[in-house]
């Protein structure tokens, strides 16, 4: 109980926590990417066009962070490279494909934003590849 209350700091419990944070965040981000992926022919005419891009060149971004960089997060190799392009991603579906509803539809896409933003400012932690390879 006392561990439970304490504020105490433990260098393998907050490695711990990330590997879990990235593992979930990136799983459940691999889910929107892969939809993507796998229908881009059907979904690449009708998809947001952003910043003047063409619905098929912006789809093409969206897969590349929601599935290969989720990839490079659960992995932790490149992390902070990674959280870039997703940070990016879910603040566009936020802002532009549900209008800052942050609290209704776009609740999900903001929840995202906020855990990848806290990994991109945290770093991977050492339960990763990059912790390992600066070893």
Same mark, same amino acid.
């Given at each position: 109980m006392k561990k439970l209350l304490g504020t105490a700091y433990n260098a393998y419990a907050f490695n711990l926590a990330l590997l879990i944070l990235r593992v979930g965040a990136g799983g459940l981000m691999i889910h929107h990417g892969y939809d993507k992926l796998m229908n881009f022919g059907q979904k690449s005419s009708h998809f947001m066009q952003f910043l003047g891009l063409s619905s098929t060149v912006s789809l093409a971004l969206a897969v590349f962070a929601e599935f290969f960089c989720s990839i490079f997060v659960?992995?932790? *190799?490149?992390?902070? #490279?990674?959280? @870039? !392009? +997703?940070?990016?991603?879910?603040?566009?579906?936020?802002?532009?494909?549900?209008?800052?509803?942050?609290?209704?539809?776009?609740? *999900?896409?903001?929840? #995202?934003?906020? @855990? !990848? +933003?806290?990994i991109l400012i945290i770093g991977p932690g050492k339960i990763s590849v990059d912790g390992m390879m600066n070893k």
């Open positions: 659960i992995l932790g *190799l490149f992390t902070r #490279f990674a959280c @870039v !392009f +997703l940070v990016i991603s879910t603040f566009v579906v936020v802002s532009e494909a549900h209008k800052y509803d942050i609290f209704g539809k776009g609740e *999900l896409a903001s929840l #995202f934003f906020a @855990v !990848f +933003l806290s």
